[in-house]
């Protein structure tokens, strides 16, 4: 069974840190693309990052470019992401998602259960 | 970036009827368009990808339809378990983008 566990979120404040791992099983980790996305309290979801299956390959949506990191480790088979200078509107459930593509990056299946990160003072 | 609409914002139907979701990009997607359901407390579900594939172990009951800028999600005859918020989400442009959600609730 294909499986997805983040953890590592809390309560932060304004202009703080947090690294969030997601452990993968059930399949293959290096062979595929992995994503973040987030959904603030009550709201829809925003894509926030992904990294190509090698780690070679990273993209950040404009909104968390410079502040924060995708990286994996497929010897751990974990996807990681390090948010740094963290805002308000950074507060979110963060999703870690196997990303699937073909000429591109296209949808995500399955998706971990998330967790919250919280930025406040 | 591609702004994705979805309409009504929330659906109320009864169990048993069909439930009809609208998904409208402001610019073409091709075929680029999956349909993911969301229950409460719990992280999305992929049900439909390439517009109007069906992802592994989903029923029947759930297709897909559409192209370029209009797309549709419908659910023939609902279960209570498919009361939740459905998101549509492009891949053909660069970044992905989500519609703001459809709640279906029960009438």
């Known amino acids: 069974e294909v499986q997805l566990v983040e953890s590592g979120g809390g309560l932060v404040q304004p202009g703080g840190s947090l690294r969030l791992p997601c452990v993968a099983s059930g399949f293959t980790f290096s062979s595929y693309a992995m994503s973040w996305v987030r959904q603030a309290p009550g709201k829809g979801l925003e894509w926030v990052s992904v990294i190509s299956g090698s780690g070679g390959s990273t993209y950040y949506a404009d909104s968390v470019k410079g502040r924060f990191t995708i990286s994996r480790d497929n010897s751990k088979n974990t996807l990681y992401l390090q948010m740094n200078s963290l805002r308000a509107e950074d507060t979110a459930v963060y999703y870690c998602?196997?990303?699937?593509?073909?000429?591109?990056?296209?949808?995500?299946?399955?998706w971990g259960q998330g967790t919250l990160v919280t930025v406040s003072s | 970036e591609i702004v994705m609409t979805q309409s009504p914002a929330t659906l109320s139907v009864s169990p048993g009827e069909r439930a009809t979701l609208s998904c409208r990009a402001s610019?073409?997607?091709?075929?680029?368009l999956a349909w993911y359901q969301q229950k409460l407390g719990q992280a999305p579900r992929l049900l439909v990808y390439d517009t109007s594939t069906r992802a592994t172990g989903i029923p029947a009951r759930f297709s897909g339809s559409g192209s370029g800028t209009e797309f549709t999600l419908t659910i023939s005859s609902l279960q209570s378990e498919d009361f939740a918020v459905y998101y549509c989400?492009?891949?053909?442009?660069?970044?992905?983008?989500f519609g703001q959600g459809t709640k279906l609730e029960i009438k």
């Open positions: 989400q492009q891949y053909n442009n660069w970044p992905q983008t």
């Open positions: 998602a196997r990303t699937v593509t073909n000429e591109g990056y296209r949808w995500f299946d399955p």
């Open positions: 610019q073409s997607v091709n075929y680029n």
